[in-house]
């Protein structure tokens, strides 16, 4: 099994929770900042990863990864924190309003 289909449900759940996401309010400003986050998380997992394969904590067997690296990083190293930044708010938003309604409920 290639990296790319290991991360094919994740990528898939973060299009499905973004879109879902797309109707609730300040979108474009949790976009904003869900693409600040990933780029900050992308250079860090750039340079760790690097660091990482450079001194041989592991590696990546050739017939598994696309054959894109940046370094020595394969491209599908960069998908985890994509996902994760955008994701992570995304589903707290679909989630959101039910606890608000909880603490409505409960005051």
């Known amino acids: 099994m290639t990296y790319l289909l290991v991360l094919s449900p994740f990528l898939a759940a973060t ?5 879902l996401s797309a109707r609730r309010p300040r979108f474009r400003s949790r976009m904003a900042a869900s693409a600040a986050a990933a780029g900050i998380l992308i250079l860090l997992t750039a340079v760790f990863d690097n660091v990482m394969i450079a001194v041989g904590l592991f590696t990546y067997p ?4 696309s054959g894109v690296r940046v370094g020595l990083a394969p491209i599908e190293d960069f998908a985890y924190p994509l996902c994760a930044a955008f994701l992570v708010p995304a589903v707290y938003t679909l989630f959101a309003p039910a606890r608000e309604k909880a603490t409505e409920v409960g005051a």
């Open 15 to 19: 299009a499905i929770a973004v879109a």
């Open 62 to 65: 050739d017939e598994l990864i």
